[in-house]
């Protein structure tokens, strides 16, 4: 069975940098595109990033810009995402979970499989 957990969050000042991990188990990167997404209570859940390595695919949400990088390593079957120059607006939870995406990264949709959730909060 496909799982997911993710780690790494944490209380961060802002302009601060953190490191999220999402460890997949079941089934590897080759055949399964991962995604980060994140929620905050009342809004609408988001797409950060995804990748698809048989692809050789990345997408990125256009909010981005350059703040948040994706990583992955085969061997270890693990997706990062690399969080910089962090604001308050970035406090959410976040989330790994299987992915389709699109032509060329255009675009990433989330499947089926969740992990827990980290927590990222940016505070003074």
């Known amino acids: 069975q496909v799982q997911l957990v993710e780690s790494g969050g944490g209380v961060v000042q802002p302009g601060g940098s953190l490191r999220l991990s999402c460890v997949l188990s079941?089934?590897?990167?080759?055949?399964?595109?991962i995604g980060w997404f994140r929620e905050v209570p009342g809004k609408e859940r988001e797409v950060i990033s995804c990748?698809?390595?048989?692809?050789?695919?990345?997408h990125y949400a256009h909010w981005v810009q350059g703040r948040f990088t994706i990583s992955a390593d085969v061997t270890s079957n693990s997706v990062f995402l690399n969080l910089h120059r962090l604001t308050s607006e970035d406090t959410a939870m976040y989330f790994c979970?299987?992915?389709?995406?699109?032509?060329?990264?255009?675009?990433?949709?989330?499947?089926?499989?969740w992990g827990q959730g980290t927590q990222v909060t940016v505070s003074s």
């Open positions: 979970a299987t992915a389709f995406v699109g032509l060329y990264g255009s675009s990433c949709i989330a499947g089926q499989y």
């Open positions: 990748i698809d390595r048989r692809a050789n695919n990345t």
């Open positions: 079941g089934q590897t990167l080759d055949l399964l595109p």
